[in-house]
């Protein structure tokens, strides 16, 4: 039996594996969040506590349409969470 991956969405690959990806979606994606700040600092928070690149994840998240923490889940995961590993769920 072959473990499939999907193919990213497009080339630009982020500075992340796909596992540290989906880990930055998983941390993000809690339930009940406190309103978004339209900022990075929860982004930035993960990726220092976990030693990843902030400065070069920060600038990929942006080229892919996340401008705040909120817009990694809404728009980043949207795009890359198969990619990463993440489970799509059917909101129907």
């Keep these: 039996m072959t473990n499939s991956l999907p ?3 497009h080339d630009d690959l ?4 796909r ?4 880990a930055l979606f998983d941390a993000l994606d809690c339930p009940n969040p406190a309103p978004c700040t339209h900022t990075m600092k929860e982004t930035t ?5 976990n030693r990843l690149p902030v400065d070069t994840t920060i600038a990929w998240l942006h080229e892919n349409g996340a401008g705040c923490d909120c817009e990694v889940i809404f728009d980043t995961d949207a795009e890359w969470g198969e990619w990463a590993g993440r489970e799509l769920v059917d909101d129907e």
Excluded: I, N, S, V
């Design 7 to 9: 193919d990213p969405p």
């Design 14 to 17: 982020p500075p992340l594996t």
């Design 19 to 22: 596992l540290q990806l989906k």
């Design 45 to 49: 928070a993960f990726l220092t506590q």
